[in-house]
């Protein structure tokens, strides 16, 4: 999971260049389309961009999805046909962006970040959604197939709810609403494994504990980097007051803004909890290896005299009086013993052990 990418394809281009940045995410790009009103709806997967334009002038919603952004003319043609600014074409190709939001008075841009849990190696994978909110229409671009946007369509599909009675800026609200409900399941999937580092961490806290600690935290870094972006974002389409989003879907984005900072103050809270963590398994290390050495220097210390003892008659000199002692080497012993008993009682009853 990298934090810092490299952007060197796009060093000494003029602004508005076509160019990539990211990695290329599946093959072929997949159009979708969806064109729908209160009476009716329609899906179908488009061989050509080209056959969308027409309808971006009716009555309907046409809601155009791009799944691969990496075909430079695809986009471009796309760009074409929906009046969309060059450096509008840039950023969407640009799949390192910061979330952002722009207001070109013909239709809003935003970029936003789709984030999904792998629930076997316990990462967190961001990817790039890009949005366009016209008069008529909305354009959304994905680096891959597979979003959560899936509850969206079934919606439009169904006819429940909303959705069909009303136009595209609450299409666009359905859709960012969407992202950011998958944080919150995120944030679950996450608080659950949470729990269970900081049992670990309290009972048997291993280097594989610190392994864990650290991959938190850059997941955290990950998910406050896409979450703080988008609370402004949505500040920003509620302030403006854009022709585009009208009266009855303002409401809708206040509530989808009280989410996100829901979502930004459990990060935060996580983020503080993981630091925490940090500081418990040092404290952890530490006292086990004061432990260990408070074992080591009772063994030693009790030694220390063991071993002048032993030392002083291990010397062997013909005048030391003890050596033609018969009870010399008993005696010996029982000093011994009687320092090593005597010892381990002041010990017990400082309690060092």
Same mark, same amino acid.
Do not use: C
């Given at each position: 999971m990298k934090l810092v990418?490299?952007?060197?394809?796009?060093?000494?281009?003029?602004?508005?260049?076509?160019?990539?940045?990211?990695?290329?995410?599946?093959?072929?790009?997949?159009?979708?389309?969806?064109?729908?009103?209160?009476?009716?709806?329609?899906?179908?997967?488009?061989?050509?961009?080209?056959?969308?334009?027409?309808?971006?002038?009716?009555?309907?919603?046409?809601?155009?999805?791009?799944?691969?952004?990496?075909?430079?003319?695809?986009?471009?043609?796309?760009?074409?046909?929906?009046?969309?600014?060059?450096?509008?074409?840039?950023?969407?190709?640009?799949?390192?962006?910061?979330?952002?939001?722009?207001?070109?008075?013909?239709?809003?841009?935003?970029?936003?970040?789709?984030?999904?849990?792998?629930?076997?190696?316990?990462? =967190? $994978?961001?990817?790039?959604?890009?949005?366009? &909110?016209?008069?008529?229409? !909305?354009?959304?671009?994905? +680096?891959? /197939?597979?979003?959560?946007?899936?509850?969206?369509?079934?919606?439009?599909?169904?006819?429940?709810?909303?959705?069909?009675?009303?136009?595209?800026?609450?299409?666009?609200?359905?859709?960012?609403?969407?992202?950011?409900?998958?944080?919150?399941?995120?944030?679950?999937?996450?608080?659950?494994?949470?729990?269970?580092?900081?049992?670990?961490?309290?009972?048997?806290?291993?280097?594989?504990?610190?392994?864990? =600690? $650290?991959?938190?935290?850059r997941q955290m870094i &990950?998910?406050?980097?896409? !979450?703080?972006?988008?609370? +402004?974002? /949505?500040?920003?389409?509620?302030?403006?007051?854009?022709?585009l989003i009208g009266e009855?879907?303002?409401?809708?984005?206040?509530?989808?803004?009280?989410?996100?900072?829901?979502?930004?103050?459990?990060?935060?809270?996580?983020?503080?909890?993981?630091?925490?963590?940090?500081?418990?398994?040092?404290?952890?290390?530490?006292?086990?290896?004061?432990?260990?050495?408070?074992?080591?220097?009772?063994?030693?210390? =009790?030694?220390?005299?063991?071993?002048?003892?032993?030392?002083?008659?291990?010397?062997?000199?013909?005048?030391?009086?003890?050596?033609?002692?018969?009870?010399?080497?008993?005696?010996?012993?029982?000093?011994?013993?009687?320092?090593?008993?005597?010892?381990?009682?002041?010990?017990?009853?400082?309690?060092?052990?």
């Amino acid at each position: 999971m990298k934090l810092v990418r490299k952007h060197s394809k796009h060093v000494g281009l003029p602004p508005g260049s076509l160019v990539h940045v990211g990695d290329r995410k599946i093959e072929h790009p997949k159009i979708t389309l969806f064109d729908y009103s209160l009476e009716r709806w329609e899906e179908k997967p488009l061989d050509d961009v080209k056959l969308s334009f027409p309808l971006k002038e009716t009555s309907s919603v046409t809601w155009v999805n791009v799944d691969g952004i990496h075909q430079t003319d695809l986009l471009e043609k796309l760009g074409t046909g929906f009046g969309l600014h060059p450096l509008v074409l840039e950023d969407i190709l640009n799949t390192e962006h910061r979330p952002k939001y722009e207001d070109y008075d013909d239709y809003l841009f935003a970029v936003l970040k789709m984030l999904s849990f792998d629930d076997q190696t316990g990462d =967190i $994978h961001a990817e790039q959604i890009s949005l366009v &909110l016209g008069p008529k229409f !909305v354009l959304s671009f994905q +680096e891959r /197939i597979g979003d959560v946007f899936e509850g969206v369509r079934g919606r439009i599909r169904s006819g429940k709810g909303r959705i069909r009675s009303m136009g595209p800026d609450y299409l666009a609200y359905a859709l960012i609403d969407s992202i950011v409900d998958s944080y919150f399941i995120i944030l679950e999937k996450i608080g659950d494994r949470i729990e269970l580092l900081e049992e670990e961490l309290i009972s048997h806290p291993t280097p594989n504990t610190l392994q864990t =600690i $650290h991959r938190f935290k850059r997941q955290m870094i &990950l998910l406050r980097r896409s !979450v703080w972006p988008l609370r +402004e974002i /949505i500040k920003e389409l509620q302030r403006e007051g854009s022709p585009l989003i009208g009266e009855s879907t303002d409401i809708f984005l206040r509530d989808v803004y009280d989410h996100t900072i829901q979502v930004a103050e459990t990060v935060e809270t996580y983020r503080d909890i993981i630091s925490g963590m940090i500081d418990i398994y040092l404290s952890n290390m530490s006292n086990r290896m004061n432990e260990v050495m408070k074992v080591l220097t009772i063994i030693a210390t =009790i030694f220390i005299p063991l071993t002048f003892i032993a030392g002083v008659y291990g010397m062997n000199f013909r005048n030391m009086p003890e050596l033609e002692w018969r009870w010399g080497y008993p005696a010996a012993w029982l000093l011994m013993l009687a320092i090593f008993g005597g010892m381990m009682l002041y010990f017990k009853k400082k309690k060092w052990f």
